[in-house]
């Protein structure tokens, strides 16, 4: 026979030791926590571990100042892009840093304001890019059957074009002014994007998050765009920093071809191009505009290593 | 295997025939092929428009030109060009030629030196030789191809005036008029692909050999590779003949997907070097808004993407058994 179960004491006698052990704790107050380490916020985290890269770092102050040179430097030098100064096809000097063209426009003027049209052009295509291939393969990956198949087929066949022809062609009729440039490009970029977003969503939607957020009566859209994108955030930022190298690359080789920005507007690219002929008798026009966008697409590349690393949460390297 | 084949060749098909279409598309919206000729002074008659209108079948509607594009592929036409007297068809397999010998050396050297040091700095992970290959090969990754090309070609010529004689050449694809004996022809065509195949090959060898480089990594860590090592296997054979040739399996697909895009860096390279290739029919297709020859070129370029990405998913299914049987 089982003794019978004394029923524990309902009331009052129960609660009292919990509250003898802790005496001070006022009512209402959080429970004392058993470690005295604040817990860090995912984005410390991350922070933190960003600063451990040091090339990353590096890379961004000397991105920082290039963007600075760009446009207050740009606003603040005495000459403007594209205004003729007496003195053509000078050699680099203090009155002209980076030398002058055959009509005598200041270069250093010049690759400012090519750096400034082609940084804008890559982040342009980097957010619209970004935004349009997450949502796509974030949809596709969400609903997968049919949907999936459909979606990815279309991203499947841009894939195959050779990007660059096929801006050349569009820009060819649509371009021109650098935000066009920029529509056409992120137009086609946007596939990339879709793959990663889709891939990452796969994964995700598997997890116990997903269906407690669907057990709570959440609808489809909200668990893609509160639950699956917040947390797919880190690849899409690593892989929107790579676009914005890839995209100035994009976009200088389109300019360079003639169907990206015009002249009398310019870009690093149009800036090389108009230097070709050129980069034997006055080679500063070759060169200041080329190492312009490979010390920009350089230090975008690095950062997005260190934000790669910043993000991954199998990195035990660098202890955060 | 046979079934695997039948079954991806079957998939392939349906996408060549969309690719076909958005290709056509693609032409029809990168021009109008009559705004040359508006633009012209003195003005053109009506009747000359009117009658070019019809031989470039602009008479007709959109669904129409693409039924009768496809049906006049199939005997080998490309359409009309808005030059005269071109025949599309011949022409760009002319080019195409010349545009894949320097695509396929630029390939084979840019995987060759991407498995080298690919495997090279995971083997020596953290090592000098690994921190200077990736910083190499991010440079690369940053650089672009035109810019490059151009250093090339006058480090090209730079060279050529110090040796006093023609070494490498610098423009075309081969001299003109060509060299008559066969053999002299072949060395011609030679120190013509050097210089721009360097060029490509640089450009694009940095992605791939970060990925490799990732890929040896993974096997090296894996049991079966530790496995080797503590049966008393020398080290030296493990990665040859183990790991390596398993991490060398995922290169194969990122090759593929990454045609496209050499594509793209061999139409700069060929601007650069003057090349008469598939680059230049682009680029003048498109300044003549030549809606045909566009179209042949992007249909020519996809069908060649398709078919290596189906090569290379046959080639993933004999390397690696679980995906045929999956």
Do not use: C
């Not at chain 1, 004394?6 to 926590?33: L, M, Q, W």
């Not at chain 2, 440079?139 to 090209?156: C, D, E, R, V």
């Not at chain 2, 050449?169 to 001299?175: E, L, N, R």
């Amino acid at each position: 026979m089982p003794e019978p179960v004394t029923p524990p004491p309902v009331s009052g006698p129960a609660a009292e030791p919990s509250t003898a052990a802790e005496p001070t704790r006022p009512a209402g107050a959080p429970p004392e926590r058993e470690f005295t380490v604040s817990e860090r916020s995912q984005g410390q985290l991350v922070v933190r571990r960003f600063l451990q890269h040091r090339l990353a770092v590096v890379s961004l102050i000397v991105l920082a100042a290039l963007v600075l040179l760009a446009y207050v430097g740009g606003a603040l030098w005495k000459y403007d892009a594209g205004e003729i100064t007496p003195d053509n096809s000078v050699a680099p000097s203090l009155a002209h840093p980076f030398g002058t063209d055959a009509v005598g426009k200041d270069q250093f003027a010049q690759v400012l304001r090519g750096t400034q049209i082609s940084l804008q052009i890559a982040l342009l295509v980097a957010l619209f890019a970004t935004i349009f291939g997450t949502l796509w393969g974030a949809f596709a990956g969400y609903f997968r059957g049919a949907v999936d198949g459909t979606l990815m087929r279309i991203a499947d066949l841009i894939l195959t074009l050779p990007l660059l022809a096929v801006a050349a062609m569009l820009g060819h009729q649509f371009g021109g002014t650098w935000w066009l440039v920029a529509l056409v490009i992120a137009g086609l970029q946007w596939a990339y994007v879709s793959r990663v977003a889709r891939g990452v969503v796969l994964s995700l939607r598997e997890k116990e998050f997903v269906e407690a957020a669907r057990a709570l009566g959440a609808s489809d859209a909200r668990i893609i765009l509160r639950h699956l994108i917040p947390n797919a955030l880190g690849s899409i930022i690593v892989n929107a920093t790579i676009l914005v190298a890839v995209a100035i690359l994009l976009e200088t080789a389109l300019s360079f071809l003639g169907f990206g920005v015009q002249s009398p507007d310019t870009s690093l690219g149009l800036l090389v191009s108009e230097a070709q002929t050129a980069s034997v008798t006055r080679p500063w026009l070759f060169y200041f505009p080329g190492l312009f966008i490979i010390l920009i697409a350089l230090t975008i590349n690095f950062i997005g290593d260190g934000l790669r690393d910043a993000f991954d949460p199998q990195q035990t390297k660098v202890r955060a | 295997m046979v079934a695997f084949t039948l079954r991806r060749i079957a998939i392939s098909i349906p996408i060549l025939i969309a690719s076909s279409f958005v290709v056509f598309l693609l032409g029809t919206a990168a021009g109008d092929p009559l705004d040359p000729l508006l633009g012209r002074n003195p003005p053109i008659p009506q009747a000359t428009i009117d009658a070019e209108r019809v031989r470039l079948h602009l008479d007709q509607p959109v669904l129409e030109r693409y039924w009768n594009w496809l049906v006049g592929l199939f005997s080998g036409d490309f359409g009309p060009s808005v030059k005269q007297n071109l025949d599309i068809g011949s022409e760009i397999f002319a080019r195409f030629g010349i545009t894949m010998r320097l695509i396929a050396f630029a390939m084979l050297i840019a995987l060759v030196l991407a498995v080298v040091v690919g495997v090279v700095s995971a083997v020596k992970q953290y090592s000098v030789v690994d921190y200077s290959a990736t910083f190499l090969g991010f440079l690369f990754l940053s650089m672009p191809a035109f810019w490059f090309a151009i250093l090339l070609k006058q480090g090209g010529i730079a060279f050529n005036n110090t040796v006093g004689e023609q070494v490498v050449y610098t423009i075309g694809d081969a001299s003109v008029p060509p060299p008559t004996d066969t053999f002299a022809r072949f060395a011609d065509i030679a120190g013509h692909i050097v210089l721009p195949t360097i060029a490509l090959a640089l450009i694009s060898y940095a992605a791939w050999s970060r990925f490799q480089r990732a890929s040896m990594l993974e096997v090296m860590n894996s049991d079966y590779v530790r496995l080797a090592r503590s049966k008393g296997l020398s080290r030296r054979r493990v990665m040859v003949k183990h790991a390596l040739r398993t991490a060398l399996i995922p290169l194969v697909t990122v090759t593929a997907l990454d045609l496209a895009a050499i594509i793209s860096g061999a139409v700069v390279t060929e601007t650069v070097f003057q090349w008469r290739g598939m680059g230049d029919f682009l680029l003048e297709s498109i300044r003549t808004e030549d809606v045909y020859a566009l179209q042949a070129w992007l249909l020519l370029t996809a069908i060649v993407v398709i078919g290596f990405n189906l090569i290379a998913d046959l080639l993933y299914a004999v390397l690696d058994p679980r995906i045929r049987y999956a």
